[in-house]
């Protein structure tokens, strides 16, 4: 009898588990590899911006933000707009040629806003839900996303140039006259609308730059008639020849030329015998002539890398201009004495404060204070604010001894200037108005101000204790144009500021880089005194809840005085002390309830008898 072994019955089955065994610990395997490979990404580019992400289709992924900014400036060459001509009737006169360059190279009025684009393309993958973020990570990774950076034009440059231009076409009104033995007709004056031709201007630079057809924007002028149809015969004197050829040419040594004709020459004159003009009608004039061509310097931006120790540009300097009114005015007066038909009109450059040129002068080595606020649970618009207004303040250099103003860096805090609706304290409510989140900003950078030791020169506290912030009295609230944070830099080199702000973690900091001077700075835990409470808590009945329900709006905060003292010990022993005093007023609670609840009648009973709470309508 042969012997034979049974083949088991099971194994078949015994094969296809542990097929799926396997492929189960494969799947598992594969999972944790990609939750591995995900944290590693997230921690590669924890400061750097996501692979895939390009800036005018240069790719910028794998960078820091520094790194970003010197590659475009490298990478980005200036070209030129299409020719821009202002015309009035049949008269052109050209603009000089205008090109787009980046922020480091930019010497004219068109700009490309590198850092703004920078930011844009840091925040790509960073910002919405979690799920959108990783969708926008793995999009720039496979498809790559492109951030167009935004052209920007200077208008203050922009306006100087039409200012200089329209000087040629700009006329007073004026009457019939008789001037020595020539009549001369009168003839309506010009005036023109240089912000509306500005504002033309603009519009064409901004829709029409890629093409490659010219620009002309008409001058908006209006005729304006004269006063009165006739003047009294002036003595005879010296007498001009009326004919096209000006009665004087002003040349400056900008390259700037204007025309004096012979009837505001003769406007201006006070005397025939010598023949003299009025110098208080000359300074007028030159002072409206001053307003259209006075173009304000332009201090650089710069960016402080704190690993290289190194300084860049971010936006370059640039001189301004100012007409000399006093030499200008002599100049002409000579030049009318002796009968002359040119004069000198002098225009002074003035010099930045910021100057990119003199960078190793400046003494930004270091980091001399820094300050830090927390926003975690903002709203999006709120979040939104504080990365717009730290904007703001990116790459500004405070030269020594000057003041630093809050809001003429943040300028105006509206919708136009990039800001949104959220939650601001309006009189005693909190209320939904435009640029809620700014004062986060102001209250940083005040911490890094405080904690540098640097001399307060403006701050107010908020009106009441605000939770962002943490302990009170250390906070600092600004409201354009009237309500101003200012410091003074009372270092001897420059200061640079450099705001950080982490949206997904919910951090804002203000670096200040400079030269840290030989100073200890102490400062004290809050002492608070007159602790007063908040009144019985507000009920307001809203018509678009439902009966019963109720919601709140306002938080009850007590109200109390707060004082913080800061000593500062100088190196050669000396020492200051000065205290931060802030009064908050107590903030009641407010609560929502729909119309017909339960607990109005309940809170109008207890009104009537001891004023627990109050209830108002709505509007």
Known sequence: ?????????????????????????????????????????????????????????IPVGGMTRIEAVNELNREIQPYPLPPVSLTYQDT??????????????ASNPSTIDLPSAVNRAYLTGREGKISTKMQDQLVALLVGINVEPQISFDRAQLRQLL???????????????EIGDVTVPAQNGLNVDVEMTLQLLLEAL??????????????????????????????????????STPAMVLQSNAGLEIALDPATLASLRFS???????????????????????????????????????????????????????????SIEAAFSAGNREAVMIIDRVPPAVDMNKIPEMGIRELVASGTTYFGGSSPARVRNIEVAAEKFEGAVIPPGQIFSFNKLIEDVSSANGFEDSLIIWGDQTAVGVGGGVCQVSTTVFRAAFEAGLPIVERYN???????????????????????????????????????????????????????????????????TEV?????????????????????????????????????????????????TST????????????????????????????????TETD
Request: charged letters at 20%; zero cysteines; hydrophobic letters at 35%.
């Open 584 to 615: 908050y007023q107590p903030w009641k609670a407010v609560y929502l309830v729909g119309p017909g609840s339960p607990i109005l009648d309940t809170l109008q009973e207890a009104e009537d008898s001891d004023g627990a709470g109050t209830v």
């Open 92 to 105: 052109v006169w050209p603009l000089p040629e205008l090109s787009i360059r980046s922020g480091q190279a």
């Open 272 to 330: 025939e015998f010598p023949p003299r003009l009025e110098r208080s009608k000359l300074t007028a004039l030159l002072n409206e002539w001053a307003s259209r061509i006075n173009i304000e310097p332009r201090d650089a931006r710069l960016q402080f890398n704190p690993s290289t120790r190194t300084v860049s540009v971010l936006q370059s300097s640039q001189s301004g201009l100012s007409l000399n009114v006093e030499e200008t005015a002599n």
């Open 163 to 177: 200012s200089q231009k329209a000087l040629n076409l700009q006329r007073p009104a004026r009457s019939q006259q």
């Open 206 to 243: 901004r829709t029409n730059f890629s093409g490659n057809r010219p620009i002309r924007v008409p001058f908006v002028v209006q005729e304006v008639a004269p006063q009165s149809p006739n003047v009294e015969p002036q003595a005879s004197g010296p007498v001009f020849e009326l004919q």
């Open 462 to 528: 908020h009106g009441y204790v605000v939770s962002w912030y943490g302990d009170p009295g250390l906070d600092a609230t600004i409201y354009t144009p009237t309500v101003d944070f200012k410091f003074r830099n009372d270092t001897e080199t420059y200061l640079l500021i450099d705001p950080i702000v982490d949206s997904a973690n919910g951090q804002i900091t203000f670096n200040f880089y400079g030269t840290k001077l030989d100073r200890q700075v102490t400062i004290s835990e809050p002492v608070v």
């Open 1 to 57: 009898m042969q012997n034979t072994i049974p083949f088991p019955a099971n194994t078949p089955k015994r094969i296809r588990r542990t097929t799926f065994d396997f492929a189960l610990i494969f799947l598992m395997l594969s999972v944790v590899t990609l939750l591995v490979i995900l944290v590693f990404w997230q921690f590669w580019h924890a400061n750097r911006i996501f692979t895939g992400v390009r800036i005018a289709s």
């Open 532 to 580: 007063t409470q908040p009144e019985p808590p507000t009920y307001r009945v809203d018509p678009e809840l439902a009966t019963g329900v109720q919601e709140q709006v306002e938080w009850e905060k007590e109200g109390m005085v707060v004082e913080v003292t800061r000593t500062i010990v100088d190196g050669d022993g000396g020492s200051r002390t000065d205290t931060i």
